[in-house]
């Protein structure tokens, strides 16, 4: 029983929706049966629900039913119609958090039953709700064209001929499928570039066209999407990047937190990958992101949580712009953000960054050979600091040590090629800066082509930084 979906959800559930679930079951139209009460009565008790030895549905049953025999089918039946009144009620809440749908779905009835004048009352209202409604993303365009459908079933109903909405329901038509294609476009190219997947993608490159020549932009709900795809397809593209960058700084209101947040995501990923290739201009941008979407609240989950590679990126990139106090405060500020289970190594590892960047090494370096941390990019990223600071202190037998166990932890670990030829080639291009002669101009001088022509190589810079010391 501890497994089954009818605990899982009970498990789910906040106190609110248990005391709101409560009230309807206790109503006889959407429930008849004392023992489901009884069983919901059980679970609802946080206790009941995290001891796996009160979960059994033998325990249950005789909680129950005290002075009865245990019954598998009966405990079963219990269970079952528990459940289908449960997912009514999550279905019924589902559906009333958009008054919008609430208000057409009702019109559809009055039309059906051929109540014209609460139809007309009724879709009026609903024309009304939609204007009031706080944000124009998709779900908006959905209703906008949802309301002008059923205004054409309802005047297609009371004439053969004459004036239609048709070409109302066709340009809702158009302004929802651009939205909704140009999203799903988004995520096949984000998928694509992981795994490498060759996409059939339909009618794509003449909507393209369209949507600029007919002025579609002026939608936010168009444009963001829109220049999500191209900051994702057109990697090189910086243009795209500042076009969607305008467009979540100026209506990132008009659309809900979680809608929105994965276009910021977005935008500050591009400004990394940038980062990453040397343009550090970039590093500004990703911050100027990272720093409004906190203050918006956006970069936080519904409940709260910050992903823990957010949380990462704004520690990096606050301590490679020297923005330390704000970057220290952030860490303060959010660190209860974090999920609990990642909260202490994240905090760890983004304390002893801090140490890094400020030059205070012999801080940093305890807090990293303190830890090695569950997240393998994190480890890696770690190393690569205690590398560096390894080389410029000059002690190079503990760097060596290190240096091979970054090659026997790549060797271990199933890194995404990108990843791992990029510590492949910061381990391979350290150790060549370990063996220069820094009287061999030639020598020197070849290094710095290789590293220069090494990619990928996020430490780039600093080993050229390192070399132009030698030289």
Known sequence: MKKSRLVR????????????????????????????????????????????????KSYVFRQLFPDEVFDDARMRQIMHFLLKSIEEFLSYQEFMTDPVRARIALATFYRRRHLDKSFERTIQSARKEQEKQPYRNRRFLENELLIEKERYNYLSSKQRTGVFNLQEVSDSLDRQYLAEKFRQASLMVSHQAVYKIDYDWGLLDGLLKIVEQKNYLKLPSIAVYYYSFLSLRDRDNEGHYYKLKEQILEYGDSFQRSEIRDHYL???????????????????????????????GTLLMDDGIISRWTFRNA???GTLLKE???????????????????????????MARLHYEKKEYSEAMRLFTQVEYDDMLMNLTAKTMLLKMYYELDEFNALDSLLESMRVYLRR????????????????????????????????????????????????RWMLEQLEILM
């Open 324 to 350: 330390f106090d704000w970057t220290e405060k952030f860490v303060q500020k959010y660190k209860n953000n974090l999920e609990e289970k990642h909260r202490d190594s994240i905090v760890h590892y983004s």
């Open 413 to 460: 670990k199933k890194v995404i090629g990108y990843h791992r030829d990029n510590y492949t080639n910061i381990i391979t291009y350290t150790k060549k800066l370990t063996t220069a002669n820094p009287f061999d101009k030639k020598g020197l001088e070849k290094l710095s082509a290789d590293i220069k022509q090494s990619s990928p190589n996020t430490e780039q």
């Open 266 to 296: 977005l935008a500050i990923n591009f400004c990394i990958r940038r980062l990453n290739r040397g343009e550090k201009q970039f590093a500004r941008e990703a911050l100027e992101l990272i720093q409004q979407g906190f203050k918006k």
């Open 9 to 56: 959800i009970f498990q789910s559930f906040s106190k609110k929706e248990l005391r709101d679930l409560k009230k309807w079951l206790h109503s006889p139209a959407h429930n008849q049966r004392e023992d489901t009460l009884l069983l919901y009565e059980y679970l609802a008790d946080e206790d009941h629900l995290n001891s796996d030895d009160q979960l059994t």
């Open 315 to 317: 520690v990096s990139i």
